[in-house]
């Protein structure tokens, strides 16, 4: 984000507004000094346990903040909101990650690593994901595919996502290369795409079996699946499962 942030170290009380931030602070051993989560950090469970819920990651609760006294707070540039991180950051060290690469994820563990005094922790693990991703074999011929993250109105994730870096590596052509990041897309749309398949995410719109049709019904001819949400767009420790599972959409094909 091209800025300082000033941070005591190690940080003993640290507040995470990103889920996939927060799991990858319980797992580089610094659970006992995350003393704030969001609503929807749910992993690891016992995050909501052992941490204060400070609000969502688009409405932060400023006076539970307040009373935690962070010495560090770990937001996102997509995921967290301007107004709210601007006014976090007036008062406390506010670190910032922007991801839409693999690449930047695994730098974003590194430093995230760096800052908190787990440093060689986090050189390994980023060190095991990127191996697991320079192993997967992607698929013989690219598969047109369009991922859906939202329903009513239909949204995708098109370019300059992390969803599609993870798209291509896996060998998926997102068939929405015109469009950026995640807009709303119309049926008549998506039925001039053709895609060979639609890839219907568990999060954040909870798209389930029960959707198959709906979609079937827009494009026949397309193969339609319910893929895991978090391994295709949460960027930190979780990534150690995702090659091994964007491999099996392939292998399944």
């Known amino acids: 984000m091209n800025r300082r942030v000033a941070v005591p170290f190690p940080p003993k009380r640290i507040i995470s507004l990103v889920p996939s931030q927060t799991e990858l602070l319980f797992d580089l051993g610094l659970g006992e000094r995350v003393v704030g989560v969001t609503k929807f950090c749910v992993h690891p469970t016992k995050a909501h346990k052992t941490a204060a819920v400070v609000g969502g990651t688009k409405n932060f609760d400023f006076e539970k903040i307040k009373t935690l006294k962070p010495d560090l707070i770990l937001g996102n540039k997509e995921e967290n909101y301007q107004d709210g991180i601007e006014q976090l950051a ?39 994901i990127a191996a697991s991703f320079a192993s997967l074999k992607t698929a013989l011929e690219p598969i047109s ?68 049709a709906e979609f079937q019904s827009i494009c026949p001819a397309a193969q339609i699946r319910i893929v895991d949400g978090e391994l295709f767009s949460w960027y930190g420790s979780r990534l150690l499962h995702s090659a091994a599972y964007l491999r099996s959409l392939i292998s399944a094909d």
């Open 90 to 128: 007036a008062k406390y060290p506010v670190w910032l990650s922007d991801i839409s690469t693999l690449d930047e994820a695994l730098d974003m563990i590194r430093r995230v690593g760096l800052i908190t005094g787990r440093k060689e922790k986090a050189i390994a693990l980023a060190t095991e």
């Open 145 to 212: 595919a369009a991922y859906f993250i939202w329903r009513k109105p239909y949204m995708i994730a098109a370019t300059s996502t992390f969803i599609d870096d993870l798209l291509l590596r896996t060998g998926f052509r997102n068939v929405f290369t015109n469009l950026a990041r995640y807009p709303e897309v119309t049926a008549e749309q998506l039925t001039a795409a053709a895609p060979q398949q639609i890839l219907l995410s568990s999060e954040p719109y909870p798209f389930s079996e029960k959707h198959v």
